[in-house]
């Protein structure tokens, strides 16, 4: 799979190093944009702040399949009146979105390939982004796991503040795992 990401830091260089590693061809773009008019999937991950200004910065967005793996925090909102970022990437590129790997700590990622039980990465979608997102999330070390569709991913970043209280609180990073009970 061609995959661009948008964002080099820990969330976005982390998973480009793991899909890298998985065989997939990866585009990293920065501050300075780029094209992404060849991506058969494309994740943002940049802070939750500058969504807007990121992707104005690259072309070829137009019906890409998007990861959105943003959070917002401290009070910070979506652009333009939008109730999550992901709905705003999608009123952006009107292809397939989800929000994804918003939930995981980058710092871990290395670790994951090692774990006795796959982990769990949450998300929340269109129906036609499902297979991009359980095949990257398989392939970074991760099972998929639903919380609904696109319009849960308000509910999905309003995650990221108590997940990272849980981590300030003494448990530090972690991973999480959800699973039908038959699997205990």
Known sequence: MDITVI??????????????????????LGRGGGDAGHADAVLL????????????????????????????????RPPRGASSNAEFVRTVT???????????????????????????????????????????????????VRLGDLGMAATQEALAGPLFSIMQSGLGPFVYRMAPPEEL
Do not use: C
């Open 7 to 28: 964002g080099r830091g820990s969330i976005g260089g982390g998973l480009a190093d793991l899909w890298e590693q998985a065989g997939h061809q990866v585009v990293r």
């Open 45 to 76: 991950a940049v802070p939750g702040d500058v969504v807007a200004d990121a992707l104005s910065s690259v072309a070829g967005l137009a019906g890409r399949t998007v990861l959105d793996a943003t959070n917002l925090y401290g009070g910070s």
């Open 94 to 144: 009107g292809g397939p979105t989800a929000k994804a790997f918003s939930t995981n700590f980058a710092s871990l990622f290395g670790r994951v390939a090692g774990a006795r039980a796959r982990p769990s990465n949450l998300w929340a979608g269109d129906d036609a982004a499902a297979e991009v997102v359980e095949r990257l999330s398989l392939d970074a070390g991760y099972e998929a």
